[in-house]
């Protein structure tokens, strides 16, 4: 079965870095899109970076670009989310998600893992 989990959450100081990871597995890697999402406290989700299957292609939502860097190793079926000079509204759980096919033609996701916590705190 479609399995992605993450890690590399944790807590850390404003204008910290964190690097998240997802393992994926059940699923040909390679052959798709992969985006990260999140959900901070008591809101709903939001879109955070997008890659395309061989990696080529990366877009970032606002408030993050410049900030975060989304990386894949297809050859280690592995997705990653560089985090730099966070902010306390970063403050959020965040899941790795599989887009439905290859590029950005294929926009809905159709799986994402259990998530895994950033605190950004003094």
């Known amino acids: 079965e479609v399995q992605l989990v993450e890690s590399g959450g944790g807590l850390v100081q404003p204008g910290g870095s964190l690097r998240l990871s997802c393992a994926a597995s059940g699923f040909t890697f390679s052959n798709y899109a992969m985006s990260w999402v999140r959900q901070a406290p008591g809101k709903g989700l939001e879109w955070v970076s997008f890659?395309?299957?061989?990696?080529?292609?990366?877009t970032y939502a606002d408030s993050v670009k410049g900030r975060f860097t989304i990386s894949r190793d297809n050859a280690k079926n592995t997705l990653y989310l560089q985090m730099n000079s966070l902010k306390p509204e970063d403050t959020a759980v965040y899941y790795c998600?599989?887009?439905?096919?290859?590029?950005?033609?294929?926009?809905?996701?159709?799986?994402w893992g259990q998530g895994t916590q950033v605190t950004v705190s003094s």
């Open positions: 890659i395309n299957s061989g990696g080529g292609s990366t």
């Open positions: 998600a599989k887009l439905r096919g290859s590029s950005s033609d294929y926009p809905t996701c159709d799986y």
